[in-house]
């Protein structure tokens, strides 16, 4: 009993020391951000009205177009492997379903031979029982 008021006493103060810890928290070190408008230098608005700007924009181009390539080759190979498993999939799902529609099959002309025989039967106890006149003749008995 002592045990039993212990156990219950410690469940009731695990529950409220977890829910007087505080939420999670996320921080993030922002010493080194400046703000979002960068001013650019006297030396860079100069380089704004010359050729390194136009070189600058086609390299900035060119590795965006890079980027673009290698992201689409990667998409490509992993959609190539999805379609290669996809179809496996398929393949494996029509061979099962065969196997168990064979299964089912063989069960069920078991039983519809085991039907025909029993039917014969019925017809049979229905023709010996109009042959002999019996009251109900034609009418189908079931044997025990």
Known sequence: ???RLAFIALCVCAT?????QPAARILIDTSGYHGT???PQRSDIARWSTSELVEDLRNTKSD????YTEYT???AADLNEFLKNISSLTQD???NMENRVLDRAKILQGLTSSFSKKAKMFEEVGTIASQVGSPGAGTVCMPH
Request: zero cysteines; proline letters at 0%.
């Open 1 to 3: 009993m002592v045990a």
């Open 16 to 20: 409220f020391a977890r829910a007087a």
């Open 93 to 95: 799902t029509i061979k």
């Open 64 to 67: 965006a177009l890079l980027l």
């Open 73 to 75: 080759s990667y998409a």
């Open 37 to 39: 408008t960068v001013r």
